[in-house]
């Protein structure tokens, strides 16, 4: 079994901030990629970062670029979203992503948390 569990999230005022945590636990050989997609109300689920575990390399929809910051301790199997100059448009359950293979020669899975809320605070 493997189990991604969220913190962070909460309400923010205008142009706050905001730092959300994710730690992956559990039959875990290898990770791939960790991420964080979100769902606003009444949308699809997207994509909002996510970093390869082999060079490091990120990617973030356009829409938070510049204001979100994805980044892993690989040793530690977490990832965090930095979260700044937060938009009404922000406002969603925010879900961690893994891509991971749980024991060796397995195929890779996609693991997901259960969500933490952020919202927007007039």
């Known amino acids: 079994q493997v189990h991604l569990v969220e913190s962070g999230g909460g309400l923010v005022q205008p142009g706050g901030s905001l730092r959300l945590s994710c730690a992956a636990s559990g039959s875990i050989f290898s990770i791939n990629a960790m991420g964080w997609y979100r769902q606003a109300p009444g949308k699809e689920r997207e994509l909002v970062a996510a970093?390869?575990?082999?060079?490091?390399?990120?990617n973030y929809a356009d829409s938070v670029k510049g204001r979100f910051t994805i980044s892993r301790e690989n040793a530690k199997n977490t990832v965090t979203l930095q979260i700044n100059s937060l938009k009404p448009e922000d406002t969603a359950v925010y879900y961690c992503n893994a891509f991971l293979r749980p024991y060796d020669r397995s195929p890779n899975y996609m693991y997901w948390g259960q969500g933490t809320q952020v919202t927007f605070s007039s």
């Open positions: 970093v390869i575990t082999s060079g490091n390399s990120t």
